[in-house]
């Protein structure tokens, strides 16, 4: 789900990028992406600030736009500052208002009458299901414009729904990081490991090394409010990418192979060689079982007080590092790819957001165009903390060497990629009973068997 990974990257694709660092830059001062947007005409808004790049987005005085998502707390503060300047130039003011709840608050919202202007998807199946029952509409054609030009057919396939697009892609993650501590690492003389076999040596090394301790090689955290569990997904996906593939991965996710299969079964056991022994978890934190009762947002935090060694979250866990923390391969913290089961294999777990409208007001589509421009993209990377697949983004603006890699992979069109599996299923299973089932796994109550078969009971059968 929500909504990173590194290491071994391709530098001939990173000369490319970096090189059309400049033709984006002239894409910014152009203005970056959009359509003409109806709705008043374009005004002098903004006193000093140089409005040209937003004229196209049309001058709407006092009108305000509603945006609902799942981001919250440093990411939603970077998020708002993101409309700083449309708003000063075009008069909409953009509400946001995110909750942890997301998944079924806005269900509720709109079946309740009382939908949003505009949702930030974080699964491809909740959007789906939102379409499906004719909540979200098409999206118009100046969006569409701006996805045929800024992002690869993949990711647009991920917002159409019946050969018919509605929403457009916002932020991308890399999932396959694993955040660690490299003055630890190297006080300790480990080395970053290669496949996942030496990751599951390092972690007994680290656990032999500290016995009797309060450090444990890992910590970790799944709550999220109403959609705890998903970092637990997240591990189950990037094993079943390593010890299946992607072949067995895909028919996973669309349902060609049972959630019980034994493929399933044993990459779900291959997570629990780490997440379920209190030997390897929960360092200043607990034991295995207070994974389920740690939010994700701080399940990384421990590192920076020497308490655990190693943490796996996507990229965008950037911005949840305190102010101050030096992210850098000799900093406070960095990232490493979490490793192939053979050091050929590099699957890539992304994930992303989509947008979608709950209605044409002229006001919802300036704010849905924007949103879906580079120049929308490129403010939000600058600003910190989070990638984006977005081919007009300049990878110089990112904040760190760790995001700038995520981007490299996300735009590496060689690379094996799948997005998170449970985005992709049914809102039933990916967004539910997955989630649940990992955190009754994680918290003891259930074993593998028991919890993969109820997800599998779970599939809806239309």
């Given at each position: 789900?929500?909504?990173?990974?590194?290491?071994?990257t391709?530098?001939?694709?990173?000369?490319?990028?970096?090189?059309?660092?400049?033709?984006?830059?002239?894409?910014?001062?152009?203005?970056?992406?959009?359509?003409?947007?109806?709705?008043?005409?374009?005004?002098?808004?903004?006193?000093?600030?140089?409005?040209?790049?937003f004229?196209?987005?049309?001058?709407?005085?006092?009108?305000?736009?509603?945006?609902?998502s799942?981001?919250?707390?440093?990411e939603?503060d970077?998020?708002?500052?993101?409309?700083?300047?449309?708003?000063?130039?075009?008069?909409?003011?953009?509400?946001?208002?995110g909750?942890?709840?997301?998944?079924?608050?806005?269900?509720?919202?709109?079946?309740?009458?009382?939908?949003?202007?505009?949702?930030?998807?974080?699964?491809?199946?909740?959007?789906?299901?939102?379409?499906?029952?004719?909540?979200?509409?098409?999206?118009?054609?100046?969006?569409?414009?701006?996805?045929?030009?800024?992002?690869?057919?993949?990711?647009?396939?991920?917002?159409?729904?019946?050969?018919?697009?509605?929403?457009?892609?916002?932020?991308?993650?890399?999932?396959?990081?694993?955040?660690?501590?490299?003055?630890m690492?190297?006080?300790?003389?480990?080395?970053?490991?290669?496949?996942?076999?030496?990751?599951?040596?390092?972690?007994?090394?680290?656990a032999?090394?500290?016995?009797?301790?309060?450090?444990?090689?890992?910590?970790?955290?799944?709550?999220?409010?109403?959609?705890?569990?998903?970092?637990?997904?997240?591990?189950?996906?990037?094993?079943?990418?390593?010890?299946?593939?992607?072949?067995?991965?895909?028919?996973?996710?669309?349902?060609?192979?049972?959630?019980n299969?034994?493929?399933?079964?044993?990459?779900?056991?291959?997570?629990?060689?780490?997440?379920?022994?209190?030997?390897?978890?929960?360092?200043?934190?607990?034991?295995?079982?207070?994974?389920?009762?740690?939010?994700?947002?701080?399940?990384?935090?421990?590192?920076?007080?020497?308490?655990?060694?190693?943490?796996r979250?996507?990229?965008?866990?950037?911005?949840?590092?305190?102010?101050?923390?030096?992210?850098?391969?000799?900093?406070?913290?960095?990232?490493?790819?979490?490793?192939?089961?053979?050091?050929?294999?590099?699957?890539?777990?992304?994930?992303?957001?989509f947008?979608?409208?709950?209605?044409?007001?002229?006001?919802?589509?300036?704010?849905?165009?924007?949103?879906s421009?580079?120049?929308?993209?490129?403010?939000?990377?600058?600003i910190?903390?989070?990638?984006?697949?977005?081919?007009?983004?300049?990878?110089?603006?990112?904040?760190?060497?760790?995001?700038?890699?995520?981007?490299?992979?996300?735009?590496?069109?060689?690379?094996?990629?799948?997005?998170?599996?449970?985005?992709?299923?049914?809102?039933?299973?990916?967004?539910?009973?997955?989630?649940?089932a990992?955190?009754?796994?994680?918290?003891?109550?259930?074993?593998?068997?028991?919890?993969?078969?109820e997800?599998?009971?779970?599939?809806?059968?239309?």
């Amino acid at each position: 789900m929500r909504s990173s990974r590194m290491i071994s990257t391709k530098k001939t694709r990173w000369s490319v990028l970096a090189a059309g660092a400049a033709a984006t830059a002239m894409l910014l001062s152009a203005c970056g992406g959009g359509g003409d947007i109806s709705g008043g005409s374009s005004s002098e808004a903004g006193g000093d600030t140089d409005c040209s790049a937003f004229e196209e987005y049309g001058h709407f005085d006092g009108e305000s736009v509603s945006l609902f998502s799942s981001i919250r707390e440093v990411e939603a503060d970077q998020l708002q500052q993101t409309f700083d300047k449309f708003t000063e130039c075009t008069g909409i003011e953009v509400q946001h208002n995110g909750v942890g709840e997301f998944e079924s608050q806005v269900v509720v919202q709109v079946e309740g009458g009382n939908a949003p202007d505009l949702a930030i998807f974080p699964q491809p199946g909740l959007l789906e299901r939102m379409i499906k029952d004719g909540h979200v509409i098409p999206a118009p054609a100046e969006v569409e414009k701006n996805v045929d030009k800024g992002w690869s057919e993949d990711w647009k396939a991920y917002g159409t729904v019946d050969g018919k697009f509605y929403a457009a892609p916002l932020m991308a993650s890399v999932k396959s990081f694993v955040w660690y501590s490299p003055s630890m690492f190297k006080e300790g003389g480990y080395e970053v490991p290669q496949t996942w076999q030496e990751l599951l040596d390092l972690t007994e090394k680290i656990a032999k090394d500290h016995e009797g301790e309060d450090v444990k090689p890992w910590c970790a955290g799944i709550e999220s409010g109403g959609a705890t569990g998903w970092p637990a997904t997240d591990w189950v996906e990037d094993l079943v990418l390593r010890s299946a593939g992607a072949d067995v991965y895909d028919k996973w996710v669309s349902h060609y192979i049972a959630f019980n299969d034994p493929a399933i079964e044993k990459a779900t056991e291959e997570v629990g060689k780490i997440l379920r022994d209190d030997r390897y978890v929960n360092g200043g934190i607990g034991d295995a079982r207070s994974i389920a009762t740690t939010s994700f947002n701080d399940g990384g935090l421990p590192i920076l007080e020497g308490q655990c060694y190693m943490y796996r979250m996507a990229s965008f866990y950037e911005a949840q590092w305190p102010e101050g923390t030096d992210v850098s391969e000799n900093g406070d913290v960095f990232a490493f790819y979490l490793p192939g089961m053979t050091t050929d294999e590099k699957p890539l777990l992304t994930g992303g957001e989509f947008v979608g409208a709950f209605n044409d007001r002229d006001a919802t589509k300036a704010v849905q165009a924007y949103m879906s421009s580079s120049l929308w993209a490129n403010t939000r990377v600058e600003i910190g903390g989070v990638t984006s697949a977005n081919k007009g983004v300049d990878p110089s603006l990112a904040t760190s060497d760790i995001l700038r890699l995520a981007m490299e992979l996300l735009q590496d069109k060689d690379a094996v990629a799948r997005f998170d599996g449970s985005d992709l299923m049914p809102s039933e299973v990916g967004a539910g009973s997955f989630w649940t089932a990992m955190t009754q796994w994680l918290n003891g109550e259930k074993d593998i068997p028991t919890v993969l078969g109820e997800i599998e009971a779970s599939w809806p059968t239309k």
